[in-house]
């Protein structure tokens, strides 16, 4: 078992509205971090572009507030570092299941979606002041009818840690990806990810906000895109949008 990060604060909740949204409010009283928020259950969990996530209790629903002091465009490379965090932590309790990163921030289990990310900021001025790093993890249970199929680690046979076994198995792999990321910039990280990603050199498709495209996959560029090629003389980098294999 790793050790809890030196340096880093928790504040723990039985129930909350949203960890990201505790995190906001912490940010507003002129907390600035790094503090991990966790809660035993969320009663507004969200997703990205305002979806729901569940987070029902013995799930880990988990938030990071911290201050890289960085510009935004590269704090969005925080999404990878928490992707190859949160990937670390589900593959150390789950050693003979395939545990891949899907772009841009999910981690799949055997090809089911068992965490999700949600990076949020707050700005004033060119700088972000404080990032919000949201991670759930579904560890006793998932919902069954989401459009990506979930899974959770009850669903593969596999005993669930508890909530807060898993944060502290979350919060040391941070530390280490985030010093990475501190120390050598996005290209370790980005190689790193793209070891574990799924569907790379596959065809895929992605659904952009006006229109759906496919193309092989051929990695993510030092912004963090996808590079799509569509035909052999266009590659295309997309910011943002949702991926199928
Ligand atoms: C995400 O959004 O995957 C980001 C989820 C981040 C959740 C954490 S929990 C701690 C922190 N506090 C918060 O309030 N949020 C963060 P997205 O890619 O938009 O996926 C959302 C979609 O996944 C939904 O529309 C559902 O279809 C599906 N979904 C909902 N709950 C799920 C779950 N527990 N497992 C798998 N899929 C789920």
């Given at each position: 078992m790793t050790s809890w990060p030196a340096g880093y604060g928790l504040v723990e909740f039985d129930?909350?509205?949203?960890t990201n949204e505790e995190a906001r409010r912490l940010a507003a009283k002129g907390e600035r971090g790094p503090v991990w928020i966790v809660a035993?259950?969320?009663?507004a969990g969200r997703g990205r572009r305002g979806r729901k996530w569940e987070s029902p209790a013995g799930n880990l629903a988990a938030t990071l507030l911290l201050?890289?002091?960085?510009p935004a465009s590269e704090c969005a490379q925080l999404s990878f570092v928490s992707a190859l965090a949160a990937s670390d932590t589900i593959a150390s309790f789950s050693p003979d299941i395939d545990i891949k990163v899907k772009w841009p921030n999910d981690v799949l289990a055997n090809g089911k979606k068992i965490s999700g990310i949600l990076l949020e900021s707050a700005s004033q001025g060119a700088d972000p002041q404080f990032l919000i790093v949201g991670i759930g993890m579904n560890l006793r249970s998932h919902p069954p009818d989401t459009e990506f199929p979930a899974a959770s680690l009850t669903a593969f046979g596999l005993e669930p840690p508890l909530p807060r076994h898993a944060l502290l198995e979350l919060a040391g792999p941070f530390a280490k990806w985030y010093d990475v990321w501190r120390a050598d910039g996005f290209s370790p990280i980005r190689d790193a990810w793209l070891s574990r990603a799924?569907?790379?050199g596959t065809r895929i498709r992605a659904r952009l906000t006006n229109e759906e495209t496919v193309g092989i996959f051929e990695g993510i560029d030092e912004t963090g895109a996808l590079l799509l090629r569509e035909t052999k003389d266009r590659v295309r980098a997309i910011a943002a949008g949702e991926v199928f294999f």
């Open positions: 129930e909350i509205d949203s035993g259950r969320q009663t201050n890289p002091g960085k799924a569907g790379l």
